[in-house]
């Protein structure tokens, strides 16, 4: 039966999921914003191609670093990590907490302009 968790408490996974990267991978964020949101939305899902919503964990927009020439006063970059899908593919909060550094990691990679074959060969996918 998947896991119901408290907004402040999957939060609480976010934020201890992040402090537990390495340092030489928190060095080079710069201007991403990590979010939580219950679900995906309909302009989210087609994004990706995703059906349903249980399809989508987590999701990178914006522009990966190695694509990145001129990049000053823009938006924040964001990574979205969708609460109720994560739980649903859950059944106790140590698995909660494992899903959500995953799926950071799998942003991240996003983020960094890693192919999916490099995710793949890290357990990222």
């Keep these: 039966m998947p896991i119901r968790l408290s907004r402040r408490a999957f939060r609480r996974l ?6 537990g ?21 309909p302009q989210q899902l087609a994004s990706v191609g995703a059906e349903s919503p249980y399809d989508l964990l987590g999701l990178y927009e914006g522009i990966p670093r190695t694509e990145r020439s ?12 969708f609460q109720r899908p994560i739980e649903a593919v859950c059944e106790s909060a140590e ?9 950071i990691l799998h942003e991240l990679a996003h983020y960094y302009g890693w192919k999916d074959a490099d995710m793949e060969r890290l357990g990222l996918v």
């Design 95 to 103: 698995e909660v907490a494992q899903q959500v550094r995953v799926t």
């Design 70 to 81: 001129f990049y000053n006063l823009v938006l924040p970059d964001r990574i979205t990590l």
């Design 14 to 19: 976010v934020q201890e999921a992040l402090a």
């Design 21 to 41: 990267l390495p340092a030489t991978v928190l060095a080079y964020l710069d201007n991403v914003d990590i979010l939580v949101q219950d679900w995906p939305t």
